[in-house]
């Protein structure tokens, strides 16, 4: 069993749609990702926040919002997404984000725009 | 620029050893990661990597030569549930961005 949950697993949305994916974790970690990937490829870094503050956001379009209401939870916010959006998004935690740590990965939300 | 390479794919036997190597090209470093990532499921940590030389955890060893750029995850006693894909990831300036190389997919055969 994951130590980060992901829910919904899978969401299917219109391109009018609002709908977001929620993230937990329980461990203690200071820091949150949001990692998005297509078929065969590998995660590509989105959001990260440290201390619940935002501290990248890798030039994502603002169709994809974040928000971090305390250090247990992450959420991100779809609003008029694209079919080339379709695809797994993955949420990870890590001990302290300016520490070598590993990342824990949650088992993603597999996401598909009609 | 940033760029981390690895093989595609790569076939091995049951029982036997493979070695998996991935070259980086970063701006910083703050140490290399390997995951595991089986067909549909999130990756999992195997190793880390932030000095020279190799790391040995059960089956799985990692090795890092920083002045070459150059890392390389070891599989021994290779057994079918070890069929994923291996990512090769490094921690840049900062160690907030970690960024993926595109993975390695074993294919273990009986």
């Known amino acids: 069993d994951t130590e980060v949950t992901q829910t919904p697993k899978h969401l299917v949305m219109g391109m009018t749609n609002k709908k977001s994916l929620k993230c937990e974790q329980h461990?203690?970690?200071?820091?949150m990702y949001w990692y998005k990937q297509k078929a065969k490829k590998p995660p590509e870094l989105m959001f990260v926040y440290s201390y619940e503050k935002l501290s990248i956001n890798e030039s994502v379009p603002s169709r994809f919002s974040p928000e971090c209401p305390n250090s247990s939870l992450l959420n991100l916010h779809l609003h008029a997404l694209q079919p080339e959006d379709s695809a797994l998004y993955l949420c990870?935690?890590?001990?302290?984000?300016?520490?070598?740590?590993?990342?824990?990965f949650g088992n993603g939300t597999r996401l598909t725009v009609t | 620029g940033q760029n981390i390479d690895q093989p595609t794919e790569m076939t091995a036997t049951e029982g036997a050893i493979v070695q998996i190597n991935c070259t980086y090209q970063?701006?910083?470093?703050?140490?290399l990661f390997w995951y595991q990532q089986h067909a549909g499921e999130a990756p999992t940590f195997l190793s880390y990597n932030v000095l020279d030389g190799l790391e040995e955890k059960g089956r799985f060893s990692s090795f890092l030569s920083r002045s070459k750029g150059y890392s390389y995850l070891l599989l021994k006693e290779l057994q079918m549930k070890d069929s994923a894909s291996y990512l090769c990831?490094?921690?840049?300036?900062?160690?907030?961005?970690?960024?993926f190389g595109a993975g390695t997919r074993l294919f273990v055969k009986a």
């Open positions: 461990m203690g970690h200071r820091a």
């Open positions: 990870a935690s890590s001990q302290d984000a300016a520490v070598k740590t590993p990342l824990h």
């Open positions: 990831a490094v921690s840049g300036t900062g160690g907030f961005k970690t960024i």
């Open positions: 970063t701006s910083g470093f703050n140490g």
